[in-house]
């Protein structure tokens, strides 16, 4: 059944790519690099990049597809497979275009600028099924995969860590999300059946094996976005910076929430006042639960490592404030359950996946289960995602 399955998802990851590369050739009549960029998940280290904490993301199996050319002109003409739009604008394109998924295309172009790397006109072909707004970084994968191609076609020259922080900045600079730099991370240096664990202070890394036997990992999109996501995620950032000021007052040495101890934090909590307070400690716990997870995965213990799950969903919802209804439902109904030793929400929050440690033989039955009680509860289908970790942007051969 599970070979099945995977056969299943690779024809279905054919045809796409399959149809990406004979549109292209249908609408430019050139024959066109071809790449792909996966989406992430994220086992657990959640909002802590931006506070230069840990993070655990692996890239998996669900991709955006790029067929590229140059063009010899100063036009970029660009398909989405997935919206069926078609744009164009000059590569001098500088104030943002009426169709989202374009500007993240436009700010990486931006960033190669100012850079100093001269980029000319192309045509392109993108998309995939990285579901949007899902929470898998659908966003990260676009970038990073333009990011790759654009290197490629052009001759530029950048190593594939210039190339990650490169897409970083264009979502900070150009499409205003404050975000960090662990999705653009994980979709390029993703490798496959291995987690990354990532220092997010000196970008040093080291992958782990994930072999979780019986176990496996599945998604569960609760199929909500809530419109909170930039505007709270940048605030949360904000008071992260706000704490962080207030304790460097007080103790030599503090950059980033990452140099903070919860000693530091007690000491000022008045000062911090509660609210930050509880924002600041949330990282500082879950940089340290990052660690334990770490040993935990290393040692095989995937009880504890889905106890230290629960425990981030725990501080996300209550301290950090970023879950929502549908997603404290998704992760309470599988407490009921042995057979699922984690779940948490993944990913900035308010909407989107969760994302479950649970046993093989079990899922079957708890997808029936969860669809029919999130329906009956919300009236919405959930999803799910049976996904495999792998390895990050390259080449489509
Ligand atoms: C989003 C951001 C990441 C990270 C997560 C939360 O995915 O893009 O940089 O901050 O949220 O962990």
């Not at 992260?240 to 929430?257: F, H, P, R, T």
């Not at 329906?375 to 080449?395: C, L, M, P, Q, S």
Request: glycine share 8%; charged share 25%; hydrophobic share 35%.
């Amino acid at each position: 059944k599970n070979t099945n399955k995977k056969l299943y998802t690779n024809f279905r990851l054919l045809m796409i790519e399959n149809n990406i590369h004979s549109i292209f050739k249908e609408k430019f009549d050139t024959k066109p690099l071809l790449a792909k960029s996966p989406g992430r998940i994220n086992l657990i280290g959640e909002h802590t990049d931006y506070n230069d904490g840990f993070v655990l993301p692996a890239a998996i199996d669900k991709y955006i597809y790029f067929a590229i050319a140059k063009n010899d002109t100063d036009t970029c003409n660009v398909y989405s497979y997935d919206f069926r739009e078609f744009v164009s604008f000059p590569i001098t394109q500088k104030e943002k275009i009426n169709k989202g998924w374009a500007n993240y295309l436009i700010g990486i172009i931006n960033e190669f600028q100012k850079h100093g790397k001269e980029i000319k006109g192309f045509d392109l072909v993108f998309g995939g099924n990285i579901p949007i707004g899902a929470g898998l970084s659908s966003s990260a994968a676009l970038e990073t995969g333009l990011a790759f191609v654009l290197n490629l076609i052009f001759d530029l020259n950048l190593d594939t860590l210039e190339l990650i922080k490169l897409s970083q900045k264009a979502d900070n600079n150009f499409v205003g999300v404050n975000c960090g730099i662990m999705d653009q991370f994980a979709a390029m240096k993703g490798k496959s059946n291995h987690v990354i664990k990532l220092d997010c202070r000196n970008l040093e890394y080291e992958y782990l094996p994930f072999e979780a036997k019986d176990y496996q990992l599945l998604l569960c999109n609760s199929n909500v976005k809530h419109n909170l996501v930039s505007s709270e995620y940048n605030k949360r950032r904000k008071q992260c910076e706000e704490g962080v000021k207030i304790l460097s007052n007080k103790y030599q040495g503090i950059k980033k929430l990452r140099d903070v101890t919860l000693e530091n934090l007690i000491s000022c909590k008045e000062e911090l006042g509660i609210d930050v307070f509880n924002k600041c400690s949330y990282v500082v716990e879950e940089n340290q639960r990052l660690l334990n997870a770490c040993n935990e995965l290393k040692s095989n213990d995937l009880t504890s490592f889905g106890e230290l799950m629960y425990q981030t969903h725990k501080g996300l919802r209550e301290k950090y404030e970023v879950s929502c209804k549908e997603l404290d439902f998704l992760v309470d109904l599988t407490k009921n359950f042995p057979e699922i030793p984690g779940s948490r929400m993944m990913g900035g929050g308010f909407g989107g996946c969760s994302i479950n440690l649970i046993r093989k033989d079990f899922k079957q039955k708890f997808i029936q289960l969860t669809l029919k009680e999130y329906k009956a509860k919300f009236g919405i289908d959930a999803e799910f995602y049976d996904i495999n970790i792998v390895d990050g942007t390259g080449i489509v051969e």
